[in-house]
Every structure is written in structure tokens, then in C-alpha cells.
Nanobody, 121 residues
Framework: QVQLVESGGGLAQPGGSLRLSCAASGFTFSSYAMSWARQAPGKGLEWVSGIYSDGSNTYYADSVKGRFTISRDNAKNTLYLQMNSLKAEDTALYYC??????????????WGQGTQVTVSS
């Protein structure tokens, strides 16, 4: 069965960095686009970033553009999110999400359990 397991969350100071990872299994990882989404306390779900199945195209929400970098290693079936210049408003539960196609359509069929990111001094 499809499994998406996030890791790498934790506490960071404003201006600091964290790197999230998502280990995927149960499907052909290299055939599907992947995304990161987040949900802050008391707020709705926000799409953060997406990447094509072959890594050729990446997309970012305006709120993270220039600070976050999405990448993937298809040989390791792993998705990454490098988060730099973290702000308090980045505090959220971050989810790894599988797209239904090889391009980023934001039509998802599987989600991970999430990893908590807290940005605070």
C-alpha cells in the first residue's frame, strides 16, 4: 500500500533552517508529481510547493518563494523540502502529498501523517 512518511520537523529559531524529508513506498515514485502542503493552527490547508515526477519543474506558493526549495531523489524514493529564513508564520504541520499525475495538478490521492515545524525564539 502507499506510504508517505515525513521526517525532519522540529523547533527552529526565526531565520533558521530545517530540511524535511518524505520517504515514499508502495507506488512508482518516479512516475508521480509530489507536493508539500501545510496546516497552521486554526487555519486551513495551504499548498506550499510541488515538483514534477522527473524534477524538471518546481512551483512555490508566494509565501515561501525564495526561502524554500523542493527537490526529490527518485533513486531513493524520497522527497525533500529545504526551508531557510524561517518565520514564525511558517509554523505548521507539514504534509507530503502524492499527485495523481506526473505533473503538478494539485489533485492528490495520498497524504502522509505530517511532521510538525515550529518556528519560535
Amino acid at each position: 500500500q502507499v506510504q508517505l512518511v515525513e521526517s525532519g520537523g522540529g523547533l527552529a529559531q526565526p531565520g533558521g533552517s530545517l530540511r524535511l524529508s518524505c520517504a515514499a513506498s508502495g507506488f512508482t515514485f518516479s512516475s508521480y508529481a509530489m507536493s508539500w502542503a501545510r496546516q497552521a493552527p486554526g487555519k486551513g490547508l495551504e499548498w506550499v510547493s510541488g515538483i514534477y515526477s522527473d524534477g524538471s519543474n518546481t512551483y512555490y506558493a508566494d509565501s515561501v518563494k525564495g526561502r524554500f526549495t523542493i527537490s526529490r531523489d527518485n533513486a531513493k524514493n524520497t522527497l525533500y523540502l529545504q526551508m531557510n529564513s524561517l518565520k514564525a508564520e511558517d509554523t505548521a504541520l507539514y504534509y507530503c502529498v502524492k499527485d495523481k499525475r506526473g505533473i503538478v495538478t494539485r489533485e492528490y490521492d495520498y497524504w502522509g501523517q505530517g511532521t510538525q515545524v515550529t518556528v519560535s525564539s
